[in-house]
């Protein structure tokens, strides 16, 4: 068909639809819709990018097992063609008009297995099969009580899932000796996983390296991980040559996809030490610069002072369910590689950032003092003298003095303190905290903090002096 400059308009380009796979022959299309949840349960699976689709070919059966449907990216148009056909030749069409009606980006695809189903069907004493879900499965009010009816429903208890998992696993759960000879040579170790990072212990004499591993170059050409987004990262290692992964993903906004790729490329990675959990840039050493005291780690926990430990969360929940099939796999889902991971992800400030506002959201976090933005204990830091020409750092505390970091966590313990309660006048619902606040004080804090009976300002001094 011939474009035609006047029916151009009635193209609509910018309508944004979304295309769904269905496995099946649609006659009907309520009882379509009605098989996937209904529109509130699709919109909530096209809103959310790790949610999948689900579809049920027995809606109206509690036990009946959903086949999940992923998301793809894609690019299409959605054309509403008008044909004509002869009475005398149906076979043969004529188009009449071609109208796009929108853009197709995102696509649900049911290539996934569905688990097995089990029916509430059982014989009866005549050898004829009989569906007991009306039995099993009330409708209505319960008059009745339950004593009275429990003897003649027959017992149905069938698990949530039966598999772990929808898609066919190439493992072989078998003897080490067995596998060998069942895998092929080639298949016999799995792709390595590693980003090819240089993970290093401290030491005061070992030499740290000033390049990156050549291969994890490569890894960043793989992953066709974006320019902009190195060079925003290698600009952030030369105005500070010392990062915590949190601290440049939030600063930043950065996903974690790439950051954790970019890292091994930039700098060096300290286990322990007094820059544990940092990422150090090649060719800087902390270890002969004094300034560098700015960018060692500080752990903070949150003490169990009243209701404050229980309104802040841990940093880890183990979890020993099953994996949830109804929300995809971070790492298995297609990552679009045109999609910058700029602005991707917003980061709370207190995950790595102190402040006098500051509620932290785990009950363990880790800050670089530079990312504690009190006044006091920057003063701290600044007061504390510049070591003599040969002097090198500790092998534990760096260039701090001896407490000085439990004397920053008393600081910000009581800064927490100070907010939780601020928070708590501001709901107008205090009745909780203040009954529980001063009987758990006394147990939880350590018995040496309480016996300083020395006040914050000679405390100080004292940390400088032993420094000195």
């Not at 898609?167 to 060998?180: M, P």
């Amino acid at each position: 068909m011939e474009y035609d400059s006047l029916s151009a308009k009635q193209h609509k380009l910018k309508k944004e639809l979304v295309c769904i796979e269905y496995p099946g022959i649609v006659r009907n299309p309520d009882r379509m819709l009605a098989s996937m949840g209904g529109q509130m349960e699709m919109s909530m699976a096209i809103s959310s990018e790790k949610r999948r689709l689900e579809l049920r070919f027995r809606p109206e059966s509690t036990y009946a097992k959903p086949l999940f449907g992923d998301r793809h990216v894609t690019a299409g148009l959605v054309l509403k063609i008008k044909t004509r056909r002869k009475r005398n030749q149906p076979n043969e069409a004529q188009v009449n008009a071609i109208e796009i009606a929108g853009h197709v980006n995102l696509i649900f695809k049911f290539d996934s297995m569905c688990d097995f189903q089990l029916l509430p069907a059982f014989r009866n004493r005549s050898g004829i099969v009989e569906c007991a879900y009306n039995q099993l499965v009330p409708s209505g009010v319960i008059t009745s009580i339950p004593k009275e009816t429990s003897a003649n429903i027959p017992y149905f208890l069938p698990p949530i899932s039966f598999s772990r998992f929808d898609t066919a696993q190439t493992s072989i759960f078998k003897a080490k000796d067995i596998l060998t000879n069942m895998v092929g040579p080639g298949e016999r170790h799995r792709a390595s996983r590693t980003k090819h990072g240089l993970y290093m212990s401290f030491s005061l004499t070992e030499p740290l390296p000033k390049e990156p591993n050549p291969l994890a170059l490569r890894i960043i050409e793989q992953k066709r991980i974006s320019n902009e987004t190195v060079e925003l990262i290698r600009n952030s290692f030369m105005e500070r040559p010392v990062w915590t992964k949190s601290a440049l993903k939030g600063t930043l906004q950065l996903s974690d996809e790439d950051v954790r790729y970019i890292l091994p490329v930039m700098g060096l990675y300290f286990i322990n030490g007094p820059w544990r959990g940092t990422w150090v840039r090649f060719g800087y050493d902390p270890r002969k610069h004094f300034e560098s005291r700015f960018y060692q780690l500080l752990d903070f926990r949150v003490r169990a002072i009243g209701a404050l430990h229980d309104k802040i969360k841990v940093k880890r929940v183990t979890n020993a369910t099953k994996p949830c099939m109804r929300f995809a796999n971070s790492h298995s889902s297609t990552r679009d590689p045109d999609k910058l991971s700029i602005a991707r992800t917003v980061a709370e400030q207190s995950s790595f950032s102190f402040t006098m506002d500051t509620l932290p959201v785990m009950r363990i976090i880790f800050y670089q003092y530079c990312d504690v933005k009190v006044p006091r204990i920057q003063q701290m830091l600044e007061k504390i003298p510049t070591p003599l020409t040969g002097v090198i750092c500790n092998e534990k505390n760096g260039w701090l003095p001896p407490r000085f970091d439990e004397q920053c966590r008393d600081i910000l313990t009581d800064i927490v303190l100070s907010n939780f309660r601020k928070a708590k006048e501001a709901d107008s619902n205090t009745s909780e905290f203040e009954e529980t606040e001063g009987d758990e004080t006394e147990v939880t804090f350590d018995d040496e903090e309480e016996n300083d009976e020395s006040g914050d300002e000679s405390y100080d001094e004292k940390i400088i002096s032993d420094m000195e």
